[in-house]
């Protein structure tokens, strides 16, 4: 078992591994317990879950099979906007916990904006889970500028992060500013374009300068930027390992420079009709 690799960025207090385990669409159970097993092996210390996932279980299961104390692991979930209004908020996070079979989770997020229910509601729910111990810390996920204003303006605690769409292909520099105006991390998911950056020939050039892989500069790129972190997900045990293996080695400004830019392609890949908020124009 190798010790914890990645660095720590913090926000009020909370102090959360820089890279995390992504454990969306998820294999078969057998499979995916072992996978939680071989990223904390190899030293993730943060895995993201939601609920709508389906992977908490086996998310509780690696954690307990991995052998390490739990006091170790960052765990972050998410309730849906199915489950905005506050009983249903509450509801779904006893699930979660059950289902993870924890007596904490260490972040919990509000996955995704709900118009039809107040934003003070789910805050206040929100809030709530923090207050009971249930979630150490909390935050959001696909908040736009103006519904992050409103959000902090409303909740009643501080919200640590938002986790929002963001890699080599997307600029997200209105929601990021509003970020650090807060004072509130940046949790970017799907840091790899869902595989769409690995094929750049830009990224590929400065990667073969490194000796690194497509992946780890793409990842490498957003962790050097300030109180930003990424949730990669691989099923391949190689490449869970080579997600992390980005601490020995740093980019240059022309190399950041250089990424920076391709940015203008615009590729927003996590957009469903039913869920996104109007997006911030850029
Ligand atoms: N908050 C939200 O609304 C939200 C939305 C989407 C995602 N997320 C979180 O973000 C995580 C990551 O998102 P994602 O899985 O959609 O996208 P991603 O991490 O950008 O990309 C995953 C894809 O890249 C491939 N890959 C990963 N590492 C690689 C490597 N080193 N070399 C080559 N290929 C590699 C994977 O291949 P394999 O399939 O072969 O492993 C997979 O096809 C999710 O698991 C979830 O935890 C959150």
Known sequence: MESAK???????????????????????PERAVDLIVRS?????????????YGSEQWV??????????????????????????ADNFSRSVDTSLKTLGLDYVDLLLIHWPQPKVPLEETLGALAKA??????????????????????VDKCPAPLVTNQIEYHAYIRQDKVIAACRKHGMLVTCHVPL????????????KIAKAHGKTAAQVALKWLIQQPDVGVVPRALEFSEIEENIDI???????????????????????????VRRPVWDVE
């Open 60 to 85: 509780g299961e690696g954690i307990r099979a991995s052998g390490l104390p739990r006091e170790d692991i960052w765990v972050t979930t998410k309730v849906t906007e199915e489950n905005a209004k």
């Open 247 to 273: 601490f020995d080695f740093e980019l240059s400004q022309d190399e950041m420079n250089q990424i920076s830019a391709l940015r203008d392609k615009n590729v927003r890949i996590v957009s469903p009709e």
């Open 40 to 52: 904390l092996e190899c030293g993730y210390r943060h895995i993201d879950t939601a609920r709508k």
């Open 130 to 151: 923090r207050r009971e111990g249930l979630a150490k810390n909390i935050g959001v996920s696909n908040f736009t500028v103006s519904l992050l204003d409103e959000a």
């Open 6 to 28: 990645a660095p720590i960025i913090s926000a009020f207090g909370a102090h959360i591994p820089v890279v995390a385990y992504g454990t969306m669409l998820f294999p078969e």
């Open 193 to 204: 374009a869902r595989g769409e950056v690995l094929k750049d020939p830009v990224i590929r």
